[in-house]
């Protein structure tokens, strides 16, 4: 008995084309956004309007959330007439946020009492992948769950992996963090590198992004910082709440990570000069400042 | 009028395989090496043996050489009884070493001087590449030189870009190695994480790797890292003298690489453990041996 | 009309010698801890004992409060039941633990609304300097508080400084751990070259500790790396605590530095092997394992 | 038999008022520059000029030089014309310069060749050490030699320890450094939080210089940090000499030092910004372009 019915809860830049791809999948979506403008475009595309949580999924087969941080999920699901006092018994919740895997499995467990299967299934590929429904989806739960939820992943994303039980999948989107951050410093080195010895940032791009140094962010990402585009594919203010849930996690888990120390710290002063908003790429404008290399004379 | 007679220098775990695939492309090979044994095996395979730079160079119409480090390039050429002293004028010169770019220059001019032109050409891709003729190899010099060059490199590898003058070849092989440093660290941190997370490490990278997080690192030697097999694609001693390499330009151009002098400290750990020969991917012990994490209970 | 009665909340490690100095100095003490026999002993030396923080503070003109964390002091103070319930309106309050600044302002400004004055005054000096009252305290808060409490900081330490409004002695305490952090690493990176290049630790220390590379840690702690004695005067997971202070402070002001991220993601490699409740110049053991150095063979 | 002829090569910033130091107490000093310029206002004091290295040392009982590198240390014992062919045997060689541990062991295996005694005993204390004959002197060398220079020793410092064979001064001296640099990087992350944060820097100072977080560089440097001034006690570019100095010896020991590493990198960035012959307080202006702090608004 497949899912039909889906409540949608945080139609923002990735939530909205994410709803998107679900009602052309054939799925029935009620949406619903804390501010409200934000999910009516969505009416157009054949969405139901909700004014509440509550409202939202009283009918729901399956409720995916895409919210910013982890307080944001602990309210729509735990705070009273959220997803936990309002959806049917036996429905799916899927949140698809990046928050703390101590959250994803606090969730999981407040809403198996309510007879609600939860899985944490965050994702990469940003906006564009969100558009384009060719996003990674990291999925921690139930097996079950796992299997009921797969018609919806598939509307949404290319690789569908399930890493493990609730929190997995939270922590497998730490470790993309992890390696994301690594190899933004890597390649912004290499550049500023690359520009003191007075070499064409392009060619040095060409000549080793197909081997052993290659990577999707030189592939992707150093060219914008060479040309520097800074338009965020995946803004720096979002790159550091990652980072933050890394840091902590790691915390907790006593793990000591000294190069995502590092990079969490260089960010820090992306934001501090007002670049939060910049895309992660603009982490090349902190060692420009380093090395005191003028902006626009790459 | 192209190339036939070719010059090797250094025929050790690159050279060999390299000279080797210059004699199955149809070159005339006479190959040189300081412990000649390591020569020996070419003979079967065609190349004719010299018993010093100077006789093997005599007639040939390109050198090759392939030796460890700075001072032996620059013994190599410039040396008496070097390919400087002893090679016919109008001969092409192509060290595929990995050695500073200053020192690339310094042999560029003295070279020319001895009408004898001069390409720096580092490649990256390990022994497999120099087998399977798929290095990447990053050139600088003259056009004139590279183009003369060309048959050469196409016997030897895939990707073969001009980067620019004398020295932007080595140039962009350190921009190479600071990529891959990066990565490394970024890989090693990650699946640490994931361990004290209780992550599935193969779930972690088959999640991660098709994204925006993968990387030529992650999908070759994070499962190395993950297998704890620490053969040696590339061995931490090299990886090391490659990054004293990218430091000591770094000092010489005023670079400030906070990143790859954190990887480079921490790789000094690895050799302090007498794990210099083993694989870049032993960087994860170190990382091991910091977060507590015994060996072999991944 | 001067302080006689005085609270004393939270008689741990510190709080302890600290109430007692107060006894010595003539002063009324009230006692509370959460674990009651820790504040037993102090009954023998003349304090009032009080089964509750709302009997404690019931007739007192101060209150002092020395609690492990930020979440200890919000509940001491504004919990139902708390200070801010309890105590006599124109008391005056004063937490001597180290929390977040932000919960030094917010305990301060509900206060206010009690009509009690706030002083948020950490110290540094240790277990020693609590019972030698030579503690270092910082302050924040209004002028006439601070006057007001200089009988009680001159009965329990030696340097006072009033360093600004409320939070401002939370943000010193911070500063100064910053540079505790700083300079461990620095004595424990000095002694592991020593130790590598064969010299005598001691005739190291001997040398250095005089001039331009003395410090408090280098003449006090350096010592106890060398001779591996790792008795607790201040325990790493303590440091810890205060370096989390620091970098969420600093995330939230925008701050970034790179230096006590490392030493913050360093001694957690000594809480993951279990070293947390060694002394701080435990850090030693950190670079020790990095540099496969072994134990006891200093 | 006591030394009253004293050969002084390098008469510098720093050997300059050594010299006249030496004169002070009444030995003969004949002085050598390479820049003879440098070395005439000793004439008035009394010292006799001498032209080249060989004259100077010819009549000397003892040698001191004070030269800025390895490769002018290595010059003045061991060229031709140098101190190894020129000074009469038995004299006592010193040299005070800060240089690679390794050439002081090379050299003093050179001079026992030629029966002249070395010690390598570089100081720490800057200029205003020099000029007040307060120098630390660190060194390293035979016992009976050490001895033979007490009464030069004393002329020039305070603290002057033996701390062992040829080599140990030097190794020493990179010990200060070590801890040096480090101190810096917490003064300025101290600095840059408490700015951050809206806090008095001199309040701040003054509450944690007298305790655990109190070091020379607290009180000296940080000051001038919070002054803006930059006047050179020691300069930028001495300081990454010496470092350059600890990461060679580092390497060749199997010593990983990520601490000393981020300082070595970050000062790179004040050696880009053209802040190499400032003094080493100047690192503050690094953390502050990290951290987006206008200059001036402290």
């Known amino acids: 008995m497949s899912i039909r019915r889906v409540a949608f809860i945080g139609t923002g830049i990735m939530g909205q084309p994410m709803a998107r791809n679900l009602l052309k999948a054939g799925f029935e979506v009620a949406a619903y956004n804390r501010t409200a403008e934000k999910a009516r475009v969505l009416a157009t595309a054949g969405a139901k309007l909700a004014g509440s949580v509550a409202e939202c999924v009283r009918d729901a087969e399956a409720v995916i959330s895409m919210v910013p941080d982890s307080p944001d999920v602990e309210a729509v699901y735990l705070a009273p007439g959220g997803v936990g006092d309002s959806a049917p018994a036996g429905a799916l919740a899927i949140d698809m946020s990046t928050v703390a895997p101590a959250v994803a499995r ?16 965050p994702v990469s590929g940003g906006q564009w992948g969100a ?18 939820a797969q018609p919806l992943f598939r509307a949404l994303g290319k690789v569908i992996v399930h890493c493990g039980p609730n929190g997995a999948g939270q922590t497998t989107k730490l ?17 500023v590198f690359a520009r003191k010895a007075g070499l064409d940032a392009s060619k040095m791009l060409e000549a080793v992004s197909g081997g052993a140094a ?24 979002l790159q550091q709440k990652d980072l933050r849930l890394v840091l902590e996690t790691a915390r907790q888990t006593l793990a000591a990570l000294p190069g995502t120390a590092l990079v969490n710290q260089l960010m820090a002063g992306s934001q501090a000069w007002g670049e939060g908003r910049l895309g992660t790429q603009a982490l090349i404008k902190v060692l420009e400042r380093l090395n005191a290399l003028p902006e626009g004379a790459a």
Chains 1, 2, 3, 4 share one sequence.
Not at 131 to 148: D, K, Y
């Open 106 to 121: 606090r969730v999981a467990e407040a809403l198996a009492g309510r007879r609600l299967a939860f899985l944490d299934a």
């Open 214 to 237: 290659g990577s999707w962010v030189v592939s992707n990402l150093a060219p914008r910082m060479r040309d520097r585009d800074f338009a965020p594919g995946f803004m720096i203010d």
């Open 175 to 191: 470790c993309n963090q992890i390696l994301v951050a690594g190899h933004l410093l890597a390649a912004g080195e290499a550049l």
């Open 131 to 148: 558009i384009n429904a060719t996003l990674s989806i990291m999925v921690g739960g139930q097996p079950a769950a796992f299997e009921r």
